[in-house]
């Protein structure tokens, strides 16, 4: 049976979806010839710190989406949903370090994890200063000490976003590091989804879902969530992951930002729809919305689902995400 | 036990069998993970099957490296960092040899272990290839002791290791992604102990 | 059997959406009580022209996505895949009318054309200078004299782009409706589908596909399209569309702007991947792409399909194309 | 033939008639258009169906323009403004009057398929609306000159409508969304045509 997407080869969709995307802006980014990694074609000033993420594809516009003035130097894309590898990460980290350092912004997935570490390693045994920070934004896994804590899903963004601002504005690796971290210490996230992804290289849904059920708390790779329930409307169903949120951090009197995140087959139609009961209920809460984002950022492929991301504001981060950001899915409207 | 040929010989037989068992890994990383394990095996262990060719002739511990290197550089997510390093550091314990006794592949098996654990950080009972890699290396040493046969032995250490991979359906998982399903994980096997147990089974049934 | 869309009740689907795209830029865009209409928040100085545009809901973001400075200053949503009402159309031009005039944007549909033109002749009766353009660029059906002539289609996004700037920058109604038609004359569109959408009041898909088929030729309202068959490989699908764009305009030696959009339940990852193959199919035939757009634009509910169009540019399109645009969903990067 | 109470009654049977068909005008609309013909219709009268508390006592001309209105500004598409104004126009004939006759509906029926003409373009035989209402238009004259009663007329322009619709299987659409599909609408009855016989019908069956 033939798969539902338009690809060509299964093996060649990682390869051939990053060339697409550099050949869509060739003048502002390249996709280097070892791996399926993408970076900015205008280096950046060698005492600007450099910032490169990344993790498995199937996540666009994440991460190479972000490439761009402001946000990333460079994103390290593996195959669909597997980390990539310490030698694809180092290649990027070449590419684009700078004598500031470098910041990797990493998801908090053991595959994830290692790899970076493992790149990062190797890099400071060559002398380039490198860190990184783990984003783990997913309130819908428990966080405890006897596990490998929770996931870092959409929230991971408003950290390519603020530190990404950081850097371009002549922060030093450590300032950089510790914008990301506030923006890890302040940001939740939590999905839902309604219809399974296929994986290209499994060619079938990678969980099934009955015709009237949807999983709460849904990971980005498809991974099963917190529960399975009958669908819920639009509403009820924003209000399960809004409280599971806001029980987490207490947002009320603080300014946020919000991410309404499409999974990849969600219509822009529903997010505008969950977006408007966000909006009501946040206010009812006394909490001011300062920036909204609604659209697909962080995608599981061609899932159904959305997930809500909320990040506390101060005045730093307020600043930093209306910094210019020129990268190809990033859009400030209205800055 | 084997020489240097034979040890390339076994790594042919174990390229096919993850290419064999693919499908199967792959499901058992559904429920309880993200329905990759198997293809991300077989993408790293196709990219050692490539490499077979530069490998004749070589020394055991070159071939375990460049065969550590290979997964680490291609199989990617947590599966691949752990198996590279494991054979990259066994590799190491090799280095310039040409024949391996079971003391050898025990050293191997104990370095193995020992680069997991600093990676991943877990202990036995957390539900990962772990729980498949230390009571087969206990078996076997066990067996060793008793004066067992290189052959028996591996049988020994292939039986403990798929009755420590049964034994993951009983724990609930607390590393790696399949522990994000807490109790739902429950009953259900973990793919990085099954391909563990796949390996040491073609090492065993070839040595 | 629940419908698997995360909306509330299906009749305030285009209220409670449109309420929610105006909620996410509070400061920029308002929703007017009358109808399901976005206009920009700070009009227009007097002495431009405005543009109003518009069309049945479910192509999200267009076009209220494209309300802002440099495109549209109104949007009027009709229900999904219903034209608006004139009196709604009319409503949106009393909003944002200027002295300088209105240009009515339409897509070429008989209802929109009728509802818009009715529209137009109420807002001429009342002393408001109001002219329209009417959209085609679907080359899937043929123009022939005894038919409606061909849809419109993601083409439209270009009409909006260019116009609008050309009304920012002080051109006069016969200019602006003139850079209108100048893209209009210029720009052609096809899109193919695998999956089709499901309008929310009908509850389930509007056309039915085989496991192994495709639609190529459909319309953005999942009407059919040119004939059905086996599914293809990304590049084969292009390239049948690219075929019977390239037929009907010799671009050969020209500049062109290339949309690649998405139908609404298509991931960004096929988007690339199909772009991949049609800048290198494009370069092989000496067009030059001077810019790309891979996203979500025009899209059909859920549908999953995409569609190429091809904008012939001169300098003063390439000008218009470049020149600001700032609106929730137009994007340029790098410019 | 019918008074200004008895133009409310056909109006409410009307409003209960696209009602009960507006899955199956939706259905028409699927294979040759976009699946909302029967949405749009019944959006519309149930509009209709919230003004009838204030069309008592009005003349019949005010009621046939506020249905046509509020069709206009509630039910978009193409059938929006062409029942729009064909209603419209029809009460401006009958402004004022609060009886109806049978020639008196058939200056409606004129005026309203000239409405619908100058706004959409569309001839005898391109598959619209206007192949039923033509030919009912017709045979309701031919009876009316044949010296028939008025439900004899109205009978014979009903059947006549449903032939027209029926007809419209065999014609290739060239107005409309229809025409997009081309010779592939061959055999599908136009949905317009279909709700006009539906309304016809509900008349010749209340008066
Ligand atoms: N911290 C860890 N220590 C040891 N093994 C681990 C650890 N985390 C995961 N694993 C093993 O990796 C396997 C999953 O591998 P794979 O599916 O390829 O990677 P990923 O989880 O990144 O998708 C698990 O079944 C488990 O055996
Ligand atoms: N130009 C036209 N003249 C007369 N009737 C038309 C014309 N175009 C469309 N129609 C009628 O309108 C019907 C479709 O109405 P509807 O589905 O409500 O609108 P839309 O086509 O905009 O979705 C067709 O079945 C046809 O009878
Ligand atoms: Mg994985
Ligand atoms: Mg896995
Ligand atoms: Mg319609
Ligand atoms: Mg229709």
């Not at chain 1, 949903?81 to 684009?96: F, R």
């Amino acid at each position: 049976m033939a798969m539902k997407k338009f690809i060509n080869k299964v093996e060649d969709v990682e390869e051939e979806m990053t060339e697409g995307l550099a050949k869509a802006y060739p003048d502002q980014l390249e996709k280097l010839d070892y791996g399926t990694i993408i970076c900015r074609k205008n280096k950046k000033a060698n005492d600007k710190v450099a910032l490169v993420s990344g993790g498995g594809s199937g996540h666009e516009p994440a991460h190479a989406g972000f490439v761009g003035e402001g946000m990333l130097d460079a994103a390290v894309a593996g195959t669909v949903y597997t980390s990539p590898t310490p030698d694809a990460i180092l290649e990027g980290i070449h590419a684009v370090k700078t004598d500031a350092g470098v910041l990797l912004v990493v998801k908090n997935y053991t595959g994830d994890v290692m790899n970076f570490e493992l790149a990062e390693e190797m890099a400071n045994d060559e002398g380039i200063k490198t860190v990184h920070v783990v984003s783990n934004d997913d309130v819908a896994v428990e966080n405890s000490s006897f596990t490998v804590g929770r996931r870092g899903v959409a929230g991971t963004l408003f950290i390519h976003k603020c530190a990404g601002a950081k850097a371009e504005a002549g922060g030093t690796l450590e300032e950089v590091q510790a914008v990301a971290q506030k923006v890890i210490d302040n940001v939740r996230s939590m999905g839902a989804a309604i219809k399974p992804c296929t994986v290209p290289a499994a060619g079938k849904p990678g969980f099934e879902l009955a015709e009237d059920e949807m999983e709460v708390g849904i990971g980005i790779h498809g991974e099963p969530g917190v529960h399975r329930e009958k669908i819920k409307t639009a509403n009820e169903t924003a209000d399960i992951l809004l409280d599971k949120i806001l029980a987490d951090i207490d947002y009320t009197g603080h300014e946020v930002a919000l991410m309404v995140n499409g999974s990849g087959a969600t219509p822009l139609m529903e997010l505008y729809i969950i977006n408007n009961h966000v909006q009501d209920v946040l206010k009812s809460k006394g909490i001011k919305v300062y920036r909204t984002f609604v659209g697909n950022y962080m995608t599981s492929i061609d899932m159904a689902g959305f997930s809500l991301s909320l990040l506390r504001l101060d005045d730093e981060l307020k600043t930093l995400l209306d910094a210019k950001a020129d990268t190809p899915a990033w859009k400030e409207f209205g800055c | 036990m084997t020489d240097q040929k034979k040890v390339l010989e076994i790594v042919e037989k174990i390229i096919a069998k993850i290419e064999e068992e693919k499908e199967y890994l792959t499901e058992l990383d559904q429920p309880i993970g993200d329905s990759d394990h198997g293809i991300n095996m077989a993408r790293g262990f196709q990219e050692v099957e490539k490499k077979m060719p530069s490998l004749d002739g070589k020394d055991i511990g070159s071939i375990l490296k460049t065969v550590g290197m290979t997964l680490m550089s291609k199989v990617g997510g947590a599966s691949g960092p752990l198996y590279g390093s494991a054979f990259m550091k066994a590799g190491l314990k090799m280095a310039g040899k040409t024949e391996m006794d079971i003391n050898d592949f025990l050293t191997c098996l104990d370095t193995a272990i020992e680069a997991i654990q600093k990676l991943g950080k877990a202990q036995v009972g957390e539900a990962t290839m772990i729980d498949a890699m230390v009571p087969a290396d206990e078996a076997m040493k066990k067996a060793v002791e008793s004066g067992a046969d290189d052959k028996a032995v591996l049988e020994a250490g292939s039986k403990a290791a798929w009755a420590g991979a049964e034994h993951t359906k009983d724990l609930v998982a607390t590393k790696g992604r399949a522990s994000y399903v807490g109790e739902r994980g429950l009953g259900h096997q973990d793919p990085g102990a099954t391909s563990f147990s796949y390996i040491l089974e073609v090492i065993s049934e070839n040595v």
